[in-house]
T-cell receptor, first 114, second 110 residues
């Protein structure tokens, strides 16, 4: 199956700083990728849909100016958390859809904002 | 918005037992996914279903579209099956993100 990598796997940053998370599909070209987050003991929630070469589509309640998504190529999407605050501490995970609509997930990034 | 409900939330069983995890959803879907999440957070896709039944090794997944219900079964359970099992639905194909259930935390004791 397709392989998805995410970097970094874990990051601790100070409040007010920005953090960039990269999601790469290693052996598949993906026109659409998804970004999810998971707060402790809660279900995964879709944040945004990232389309290669166009603007991302954000879910209700997700601030597009705070969570910047760039899907510049068919193998790379980035999520930048700008001016991070402790309430942004979460597990962020990307996925993309394969040719048969199957889902391939990255290993996730655990963000802690102090 | 689709509501995805899973039961049970937590399940502890002895090695060798037959395990069933249930999932129901409120709105019609194009596909249902069963996922496995390990303690570190990584997610593995187990099944994608739009109808009927699929089997992979000791895992079996079924779906009843009319009743909006799916089950995941594990036969001859083993401690290495311990994980969180998540049901997720896709409303309309690969262009739409998933809506997830809260997961079932499964512990298989030796």
């Amino acid at each position: 199956g397709a392989v998805v990598s995410q970097h970094p796997s874990r990051v601790i940053c100070k409040s007010g700083t920005s953090v960039k998370i990269e999601c790469r599909s290693l052996d598949f070209q993906a026109t659409t990728m998804f970004w999810y987050r998971q707060f402790p003991k809660q279900s995964l929630m879709l944040m945004a849909t990232s389309n290669e070469g166009s603007k991302a589509t954000y879910e209700q309640g997700v601030e597009k100016d705070k969570f910047l998504i760039n899907h510049a190529s068919l193998t790379l999407s980035t999520l930048t958390v700008t001016s991070a605050h402790p309430e942004d501490s979460s597990f962020y995970i990307c996925s993309f859809t394969g040719a048969g609509n199957e889902q391939y997930f990255g290993p996730g990034t655990r963000l802690t904002v102090t | 918005k689709n509501e995805v409900e899973q039961s049970p939330q937590n399940l502890t069983a002895q090695e060798g037992e037959f395990i069933t995890i249930n999932c129901s959803y409120s709105v019609g879907i194009s596909a249902l996914h069963w996922l496995q999440q390990h303690p570190g957070g990584g997610i593995v896709s187990l099944f994608m279903l739009s109808s009927g039944k699929k089997k992979h090794g000791r895992l079996i997944a079924t779906i009843n579209i009319q009743e909006k219900h799916s089950s995941l079964h594990i036969t001859a359970s083993h401690p290495r099956d311990s994980a969180v099992y998540i049901c997720a639905v896709s409303p309309g194909g690969g262009a739409d993100g998933l809506t997830f259930g809260k997961g079932t935390h499964l512990i298989i004791q030796p």
